[in-house]
């Protein structure tokens, strides 16, 4: 299973799987990206293709995103942010790892003590990505249970398995 954020490999992937026998195939999370899906030969090469993904950022089994996620959705179709060939948990993190440095920032201060003392606290943390929380034991910060199989042929906001 390679693990690479390069779209064009991971379309040749499935490319030559599609041509073979279209078995399926689980993989990583930029097997769902619109990059990868414009490398496709055939749209069909995408069947049976599941990526892991994020709770946070994946419809549920009724079509429906996270009320967070979906105000965010919300707010970068207002502002005509084009979303369709990347994936909403990139941009999620993206947008959570700068609103959290800065509340970090201003509330503990930047030094890395004070940055990972603040952390170390953190529970449930409200955001777009995720509720990640920290103790001085365990850095990962997302919740393990977070994590979901989707169909990668919903073009990144996928649908949860």
Not at 53 to 80: H, I, M, W
């Amino acid at each position: 299973m390679p693990w690479s954020v390069n779209a064009g490999f991971l379309a040749r992937i499935l490319n030559t799987r599609g041509q073979m026998d279209g078995c399926a195939d689980r993989r990583q999370t930029t097997l769902g990206s619109g990059q990868t899906r414009a490398l496709l030969e055939k749209p069909e090469y995408w069947s049976k293709v599941y990526s892991n993904n994020f709770r946070s950022c994946s419809y549920d089994t009724n079509g429906k995103l996270p009320a967070r996620t979906q105000a965010f959705v919300e707010k970068l179709s207002a502002a005509k942010i084009e979303m369709g060939d990347t994936l909403l948990w990139w941009i999620a993190l993206g947008y959570d790892s700068a609103k959290l440095i800065a509340e970090t920032v201003k509330a503990a201060g930047s030094e890395p003590k004070q940055i990972a003392g603040y952390w170390n606290q953190l529970k449930a943390w409200p955001g777009v990505f995720g509720e990640m929380t920290w103790t001085p034991d365990n850095h990962n910060g997302y919740p393990d249970n977070d994590l979901v199989f989707v169909e990668a042929n919903s073009s990144g906001m996928a649908r949860s398995r």
